[in-house]
Every structure is written in structure tokens, then in C-alpha cells.
């Protein structure tokens, strides 16, 4: 099955040059997609403020639990990596795609 979006560019459609939405697919429409959903879900907005390592680590589970809800991802291939301070990545395996790797959604 292949997965066609409209691409988003800093919460903005992304038009040609003639004028038309662009679109993306397949690894890229699916790696969109989480970063829709992670943002959406409000759990960024906790981390910001977030100081406890037990909480933030609470928020990362609750991060990858959703995440994982994704069908077209493999279970148990999610994982957030803390690249810096408040800056995370997020690598995992689709089925049908290979790896997708995500960090602009994930500054907090």
C-alpha cells in the first residue's frame, strides 16, 4: 500500500511552483504523520516544564505507546533518544519502508 499526504513544512502547506500542494509519501507521509500525532497528543507541552527524571521518563513511555499505535510501524522498534537537553529523536522501523527517524516535532 502506498501513502500519499500533503506536505506540511513548519505547521504551512508546501506549494510548487505552480502554485499546487506538494506531496509527499510511503517513509515520508508515515514519519509526518507521528510528528502530527506526538504533537497533537499535548505530551510535549508536559515535558517542557517536566524536571523529574521519573516523570519525563513517564512521558517518553506514554510518547512510545502512541507511537506504536501507528499500524504501519513494527512494536517494539520505537525509541527515543535524548540527543541533548530537551531535544529528543525518534527512530523506528516501518513494515514496508524501512527505518524512519523524526527529531523537528521533538524539541521541547
Do not use: C, K, W
Request: hydrophobic fraction near 40%; aromatic fraction near 4%; charged fraction near 25%.
Amino acid at each position: 500500500m502506498d501513502y500519499i499526504d500533503l506536505l506540511i513544512n513548519e505547521n504551512d502547506l508546501v506549494l510548487t511552483i505552480a502554485g499546487e500542494p506538494q506531496l509527499t509519501s510511503d517513509r515520508a507521509s508515515i514519519a509526518q504523520d507521528i510528528q502530527h500525532a506526538i504533537r497533537e497528543s499535548g505530551l510535549l507541552v508536559d515535558m517542557i516544564g517536566e524536571r523529574h527524571p521519573e516523570q519525563r521518563q513517564r512521558l517518553i513511555q506514554e510518547l512510545t505507546l502512541l507511537v506504536e499505535d501507528d499500524e504501519r510501524l513494527i512494536p517494539g522498534t520505537i525509541i527515543f533518544h535524548e540527543s541533548r537537553q530537551g531535544r529528543y529523536l525518534l527512530t523506528a522501523d516501518t513494515y514496508d519502508y524501512g527505518p524512519v527517524e523524526i527529531q523537528n516535532a521533538l524539541a521541547v
